[in-house]
């Protein structure tokens, strides 16, 4: 767990509570899994071969869906194409450890098409992780939710839920308004069970 302070101005605040349309996705609703595989499969080839998919909130107390990456490697570089909820598909481009040459952070492993990619038990997964919480939290939030595949080719999930605490209420100085957040890692190896991460 990791504890994060939040700074927000009032009037961003506002907007963005305000802004929730009946268009939001969230992950990590009862039926968030499939609502983003349908975005998946509309804006990206689902026959193209990737090695991981990120899934990022817009916000870390929230949960509503930011975008989506896909990585995949042309040749010796490795790629990444982010759907963005506001802005769209981006262009392909070059992963910043591509560029830089980066070994370690760019292995080679699995692929798979993104069609294949089994998005739709994301709800339960984060349920079953909320439940993994200590008690004194509230407010979770999927921040972000990783798919790839470990040196040996074994499917691997990586997420992190965001929760304020019981009784720790904002702060204001002026426009400015500060959350307490704390962040919980989890994962779900092929096969296995969800474990926390300790930071």
Sequence with gaps: MKKVSLLSGAVAMLLM??????????????????AVKDVVLKHFDPEKQVQELQIKAK????????????????????MEQVYDADKGL???????????????????????????????????????????????YE???????????DKDGKAKQYFKINATKKGE???????????????????LPEGGKITAVEN
């Design 17 to 34: 509570l305000s802004s929730c349309g009946s268009g939001t996705i969230y992950p990590q609703n009862e039926g968030g899994g499939k």
């Design 59 to 78: 916000d870390e107390l929230y949960g509503d869906l930011g975008e989506v990456t896909v990585v995949y490697w042309e040749g010796d570089k490795q």
């Design 90 to 136: 981006g262009e392909p481009k070059e992963t910043f450890a591509s560029k830089n040459n980066m070994k370690a952070q760019m292995e080679k492993t699995k692929t798979i098409a993104i069609k294949d990619f089994n998005l739709e038990p994301i709800p339960n997964n984060v349920g079953e992780a909320v439940g993994l919480i200590p008690e004194g």
């Design 139 to 149: 407010n979770y939030a999927l921040n972000e939710y990783v798919f790839s595949f």
């Design 169 to 187: 209420g904002k702060s204001q100085n002026g426009r400015m308004v500060s959350t307490n957040y704390y962040e919980f890692k989890f994962t």
